[in-house]
């Protein structure tokens, strides 16, 4: 198996009687006395634009351990001790969880978050065993909230529901913050929780593909406002993020095939082999096989984790993660909030980049072909339908707005060379840029 460098995935069991934990400590010891790890980097030529890279780990077989719940832990390397898990894994016990989880939260008081689409699946089931004292005689008191769901709710307004609650509580410093849901729940608890008394802890427990493979890892949080897209925000790391891939079974389809989006993402800026993959295996990941699913999560949180080790704040190679995003953004925001998914609006973002891409010579007919045929076989829109409401103009003036604006000028993640590259430039022909919105607004009116 070839992952990406910084992670280095384990499978474990969280809760072991005293003979297992004997099997484990044998077994760590022998791993310890015959390491058998060996690691492979291919990085294209640096031109200092911000390339992307593609680096992989191939880790020896170890022998199977006497597990409950096998999982995968992926590790987000930080600076100052701030490195934090990401738990993997299908249909945990309550006791498992709560295991995970708890060992994350290091005051008393826990505000767990949620909406209320998710509330009846799964709040009852998560306060009642983040409060589970029996699994390290901590004893925690859990409030909840529960917040409207959809993203025409990732408001400052709805976000200040969360400060009120806590604010109501009396919650200090020490208390901490559960986001239970998608990528809304999870970046507006992430914000409330990176202002409220200027910080405190939050953990992450993702429940759709999209929060899975991007949202709930490397700690951007924020609000949209009516000017753009998650322009009010924060940098802020969770605790931990705990992936429970078994709520995927109430997702509906429609989100599903939005959180794929961004999985295609990774193969194409810097994961060619994982890119090869998805195109073989994109009929198990509609039929949500759970080996398949645990394995896309997995290679998706990995890639994430490898770039926000290297980029945490987004100052260069980090940006590479948001291709189709500038022109996604502007279709979410000009068509509605609300009206597009999250990755439906990445979808033809990333079409549009693709098309750019090779009118300007970066890639050629070929990749761009297989691009629209991922993406169309993951059910996914590649252009604008007829009632859009897109204009050039719209285009123009909402990318202008786009954060990745610098000093006035508009910066694109591009795809460049061979599957696998791309760059993250201000410099690009405006003429192909403008071609290509005109091209994709045609089509609506055709």
């Not at 409060?131 to 200040?160: C, F, H, I, Q, R």
């Amino acid at each position: 198996t070839h992952l990406p460098h910084s992670s280095i995935i384990t499978t474990m069991a969280s809760v072991l009687s005293p003979t297992r934990w004997l099997h484990l400590a044998t077994t760590a010891l022998l791993l310890t006395t015959n390491p058998a790890a060996s690691f492979s980097t291919s990085t294209p030529q640096n031109n200092n634009n911000n390339r992307c890279s593609t680096t992989s780990l191939s880790v020896a077989s170890t022998p199977p351990q006497q597990t409950s719940t096998p999982y995968d832990t992926v590790k987000v390397d930080l600076s100052s001790g701030r490195d934090y898990p990401i738990y993997i894994g299908s249909d945990f016990t309550d006791t498992e969880a709560a295991t995970l989880i708890r060992q994350h939260i290091h005051g008393k008081r826990v505000l767990l978050i949620t909406n209320d689409r998710i509330a009846p699946l799964y709040l009852e089931r998560y306060q009642q065993l983040l409060s589970d004292n029996s699994v390290d005689d901590k004893e925690l008191v859990v409030d909840t909230v529960v917040l409207p769901d959809g993203e025409e709710n990732k408001t400052y307004d709805v976000m200040a529901m969360v400060l009120d609650k806590a604010l109501g509580l009396g919650l200090d410093r020490k208390s901490t913050f559960v986001a239970l849901g998608g990528g809304v729940i999870g970046d507006m608890v992430g914000f409330a929780s990176a202002v409220y008394q200027r910080g405190v802890n939050f953990v992450q427990i993702p429940t759709t593909v999209m929060a899975m493979v991007d949202s709930s890892v490397g700690g951007k949080t924020g609000v949209n406002h009516p000017l753009g897209k998650n322009m009010i925000g924060a940098f802020h790391q969770p605790q931990c993020v705990f992936i429970d891939t078994s709520t995927l079974n109430t997702l509906p389809d429609r989100e599903l095939k939005s959180g794929i989006s961004e999985v295609v993402k990774y193969g194409l800026i810097r994961d060619a082999p994982f890119f090869e993959w998805q195109e073989e295996n994109m009929t198990k990941l509609l039929e949500r096989d759970p080996e398949a699913t645990r394995y896309a999560i997995r290679r998706s949180c990995e890639n994430k984790a490898d770039v926000v080790q290297a980029d945490e704040l987004e100052a260069g190679v980090r940006a590479t993660l948001n291709l189709g995003h500038t022109f996604g953004h502007a279709i979410e925001n000009g068509s509605g909030y609300g009206t597009w998914l999250h990755g439906e609006g990445v979808s033809i973002g990333t079409a549009m980049a693709a098309t750019m891409s090779e009118k300007m010579g970066w890639i050629d007919e070929g990749l761009k072909q297989r691009i629209y045929d991922i993406l169309e076989s993951a059910d996914l829109p590649v252009k604008l339908p007829r009632e859009s409401p897109m204009k050039v103009e719209t285009f123009n003036k909402l990318m202008s707005l786009d954060k990745k604006v610098a000093d006035g000028q508009l910066r694109l993640i591009l795809l460049q060379g061979e599957l696998g590259n791309c760059k993250f430039t201000g410099e690009f022909d405006t003429g192909a840029l403008q071609e290509t919105i005109e091209e994709f607004v045609k089509e609506i009116e055709a």
